[in-house]
């Protein structure tokens, strides 16, 4: 029923930047609260930020707090990560997810929440 497609990931040097883009088709948004989530090689895949379609009430995990912004844009139906001071630890394949939005706050942060994901997309921050 939804398809969600990420782009714009990249290799970026320590203390660069980069957006990340999350394209969604097949529905709307307007009810369901879109986030990002990152895996690194042996780890857990883990929360980074989240947006909710109406009202664009935002939240980030204290990792990336102050680096990256997380947004929206209704018209195309597209979520953004703008990745600010990149670090080499930020190096991961990026994760588009979307849950209704009725959804609790508590289970927000864990992956097993969502239903419909991204392919993922590649970034690499070299020291």
């Known amino acids: 029923q939804v398809q969600l497609v990420e782009s714009g990931g990249g290799l970026a040097q320590a203390g660069g930047s980069l957006t990340l883009s999350c394209a969604a088709s097949?529905?709307?948004?307007?009810?369901?609260?879109m986030s990002w989530f990152r895996q690194a090689p042996g780890k857990e895949r883990e929360f980074v930020a989240a947006?909710?379609?109406?009202?664009?009430?935002?939240s980030y995990a204290n990792s990336v707090k102050g680096r990256f912004t997380i947004s929206r844009d209704s018209a195309k139906n597209t979520v953004y990560l703008q990745m600010n001071s990149l670090k080499p630890e930020d190096t991961a394949v990026y994760y588009c997810?979307?849950?209704?939005?009725?959804?609790?706050?508590?289970?927000?942060?864990?992956?097993?929440?969502?239903?419909?994901w991204g392919q993922g997309t590649q970034v690499t921050v070299s020291s």
């Open positions: 997810a979307a849950v209704a939005a009725a959804a609790p706050d508590y289970a927000l942060g864990h992956s097993v929440t969502y239903g419909y």
């Open positions: 947006i909710t379609w109406i009202g664009g009430k935002t």
């Open positions: 097949g529905r709307t948004f307007s009810r369901y609260v």
